[in-house]
C-alpha cells in the first residue's frame, strides 16, 4: 500500500479511536486490535503527527503512582473524521474502477 495513503487511514483510525473519549496509548491500541495492528512506536508516531497539527492535544494525568499521557480529540480532529467520511465515497468509486476488470472475470 502507498505509504502517503496508508498514513492518512492510520491518522483517520486514531482520531476516531478517540472521538467518543479521551484515551492513552494502550487503550488506543487496544480498541484498535480488532480492525488493525498498530505497534506502540507508530502509534506514538501518529500521535506526535496529530499533536503538531492540532488535531488532538494532551494531558498527563498521574494513574498507580505513573504519569499517562491522556489523548483529547479537537475540533479539529473531529472535522477531519467528518471531512474523511465525505472523502470515502470518492475513495469507493475510485476501488470500483481499478477492480471492474477483475468482476468481469471472477
Not at 57 to 76: A, Q
Amino acid at each position: 500500500m502507498d505509504i502517503q495513503l496508508k498514513r492518512g487511514l492510520l491518522d483517520i483510525c486514531v482520531l476516531a479511536a478517540i472521538k467518543d473519549g479521551d484515551s492513552y496509548g494502550y487503550k488506543i491500541i487496544r480498541d484498535m486490535k480488532p480492525y488493525i495492528a498498530l505497534s506502540e512506536s507508530t502509534l506514538y508516531t501518529i500521535l506526535k503527527r496529530l499533536e503538531m497539527a492540532d488535531m488532538l492535544t494532551v494531558r498527563t494525568t498521574e494513574h498507580d503512582g505513573r504519569l499517562r499521557k491522556y489523548y483529547h480529540i479537537t475540533k479539529k480532529g473531529l472535522q477531519r473524521i467528518e471531512n474523511f467520511k465525505r472523502e470515502w465515497n470518492e475513495i469507493l468509486s475510485i476501488y470500483r474502477f481499478v477492480t471492474k476488470e477483475d468482476a468481469k472475470n471472477g
